[in-house]
């Protein structure tokens, strides 16, 4: 079936620094790729997304790219605040209709002060 | 708008106990469904429903029924509860067709003993 392997798990970056986090999916038919942020004991909630249109998409210090020849997307945070500390979800789906969105596994990242 | 609503916040649970986890949302989404957010299995899909009166199973249906006899609600019932389904329940709505953005719920947090 369809899947989402996102890496790394954990990521610990510096205040400051740059942070990456890359999803892949096996779904060749998804065009639609959401991130979501979820911070200790909340509800998820989504920060960016890209449709298969666009090669990358930016918002202030977060920016998603897509490579659908290789089927992987990524986020990137720059300047990173102690508030980004959170679990970040990648997840693929297909526009337009009822399809389901396949989760990746999380990473939760820790940006140090 | 509430948004999407999610009832109780918390739950005990004996093995065997049977329990209706309520969801609600007056966004007049068509589009509703329910996770499972286990440590490091990210969110895996229980059931979901396209609209009043269809649903479908997800990835992780064993042990749970729905039902969406409105457009508001979607409940998600427990008929005999297993420690294997100690949990944080999401529920999440979304139009279909348009805007893509699923919405969660702030979870609820279920504890079988």
């Known amino acids: 079936g369809e899947n989402v392997e996102q890496h790394p798990s954990t990521l610990s970056v510096q205040e400051g620094d740059s942070a990456v986090i890359k999803c892949t999916y096996s779904?060749?038919?998804?065009?639609?790729f959401p991130w979501y942020k979820q911070e200790l004991g909340k509800r998820p909630q989504l920060i960016i997304d890209?449709?298969?249109?666009?090669g990358e998409k930016k918002d202030q210090r977060i920016a998603v790219t897509l490579n659908k020849t290789a089927k992987h997307f990524s986020l990137h945070i720059t300047e990173t605040q102690p508030e980004d500390s959170a679990v970040y979800f990648c997840?693929?789906?297909?526009?337009?209709?009822?399809?389901?969105?396949?989760f990746g596994t999380g990473t939760r990242l820790k940006v140090l002060a | 708008n509430a948004g999407v609503t999610q009832t109780p916040k918390f739950q005990v649970l004996k093995t065997g106990q049977s329990m209706t986890l309520q969801c609600a949302q007056d966004?007049?989404?068509?589009?509703m469904s329910w996770y499972r957010q286990d440590p490091g299995m990210g969110l895996r899909l229980i059931h979901y429903?396209?609209?009043?009166?269809?649903?479908d199973q997800g990835e992780v249906p064993n042990g749970y029924n729905v039902s969406r006899s409105t457009t508001e609600d979607f409940p998600l019932r427990l008929l005999s509860a297993a420690p294997s389904q100690t949990s944080v329940y999401f529920c999440?709505?979304?139009?279909?067709?348009?805007?893509?953005?699923?919405?969660f719920g702030p979870g609820t947090r279920l504890l079988v003993l």
């Open positions: 997840a693929a789906s297909r526009l337009g209709g009822t399809y389901k969105y396949i």
């Open positions: 779904d060749s038919a998804s065009n639609y």
């Open positions: 999440a709505s979304r139009i279909t067709g348009r805007s893509e953005t699923q919405y």
């Open positions: 966004m007049n989404h068509e589009y």
């Open positions: 890209i449709r298969s249109n666009v």
């Open positions: 429903s396209v609209g009043a009166g269809i649903t």
